[in-house]
């Protein structure tokens, strides 16, 4: 993986230093390799880092796909009685990755969906990558360079918004075992942390506050700490034009791992407070 590193750095440097590579079937060569990397899992965008606990950009990947597009041509895809114009092929060999695609779904070449994974009608962009027996449910999208981890489900609707500019930004963040409940949206690098669950309806992006119900105290912007249940909300403030009220998320619950798996106990919490998922 490592020359295949040093080859988009190079390019990369070229087209930074002015150099046109438009038609350069060499460069397009190696920035196809670098994608397919992506596309069989072996290389992902960003991923966790296990000593700090914080998200580790591979930006040398995004640039690949950038690349990608500057190098690429329009052409026609056919899929049956449909037809698309567009610079990226669509994603195949799903029966024999194991994951199950209702008609409707698509994906771009470049993202990965481990095995298990269910697409529903639903959209992957390049660069994102869908973990293990996670359903990405009816309408929902997951934009590029998007990370969702194992056994999660996005819920109908819910969109996970791509971050491919600048290469050193973060994307979105969804860890292990999440729910995303229904119309909710997480982007510009949100991340939700393992187990939890976002109620119907909340958006999530770096300058919404998450709070703490009990005891009010802001847990910081755009992350919402592992096993955690929470809620789209709103806080009033005062302007000089007046009093306003502007979104936040709003913590209502810590989970055990039990309880996060019990539908039954996770519907009582909510209902306790009017949401569901």
Known sequence: MEAEREEIESLWSRREG???LAGDSEALAAVRRAIDLLDSGAARVAEIDAGTGEVRV???LKRAILLLFSLSEMSTIEVGPFEYADKLPL????????VRVVPGASARW?????PGAILMPSYVNIGAR????????????????????ERVHLSGGVGIGGVLEPPNAVPVV???DCLIGSRSMVTQGARVGRGSVLGEGTILNPGIPVIDSETGEELGRGTV????????ASRRRAF????????????LRRLTEGERHDRARLNEILRTHGIST
Not at 91 to 98: P, T
Request: glycine share 16%; aromatic share 12%; net charge negative.
């Open 18 to 20: 002015g150099e046109a």
């Open 58 to 60: 591979n930006e040398w």
């Open 91 to 98: 994603k195949r060999g799903f029966a024999e990755r194991g």
């Open 110 to 114: 470049g993202s990965y969906i481990a």
């Open 130 to 149: 869908v973990g293990a027996s996670t359903m990405v449910d009816t309408w929902a999208t997951v934009g590029s360079c998007a990370q969702i981890g």
């Open 174 to 176: 969804v860890e292990d």
């Open 225 to 232: 700490p592992p096993w955690s249940v929470a809620v789209g």
């Open 240 to 251: 000089a034009g007046g009093e306003f009220y502007l979104p936040c998320v709003l913590v």
